[in-house]
């Protein structure tokens, strides 16, 4: 039996705000929204979904409303990187001019990554430029 990785949770004290900045900054979409969680989905996955096998369709981010505000670094954080034909200063600016903010987790300044947080706090990298 192999496991399918159906979603990554994010907890947020505005949920749906976060839900629909991370939407803009992915270019995914709001499939679902409820008083207590929001869920994004690549914009490709509804069309080709029900053609993919279980374990191939690709995991969704979750928001789930919670009381407390983020405490401390994350022990997880998601990468993320452009491809090598797009201008990766610009993709960085774009994220910076939504509202995302640069923060210093001890990585250095000889990385080939930025590390970025989103407005309530969560650690993001932007990767160097990649083909695959």
Not at 88 to 117: F, H, I, N, T, Y
Request: overall charge negative; charged content about 25%; proline content about 5%.
């Amino acid at each position: 039996m192999t496991l399918r990785w159906y979603s990554t949770v994010i907890e947020s004290t505005d949920h749906r705000a976060l839900a629909r900045w991370w939407a803009e900054a992915l270019d995914w979409e709001v499939m679902f929204e409820s008083d207590d969680e929001a869920v994004l989905v690549p914009p490709w996955a509804r069309e080709l979904g029900s053609t993919l096998a279980f374990d191939q369709v690709p995991p969704g981010l979750v928001f789930v409303l919670v009381e407390h505000e983020k405490q401390g670094k994350n022990r997880v954080h998601l990468d993320f990187a452009p491809h090598t034909s797009q201008d990766r200063a610009a993709e960085l600016d774009r994220l910076l001019a939504l509202g995302a903010v640069r923060v210093d987790v001890g990585q250095g300044p000889d990385v080939s990554w930025d590390v970025l947080a989103d407005p309530d706090g969560n650690e993001f990298c932007v990767l160097s430029s990649r083909d695959s």
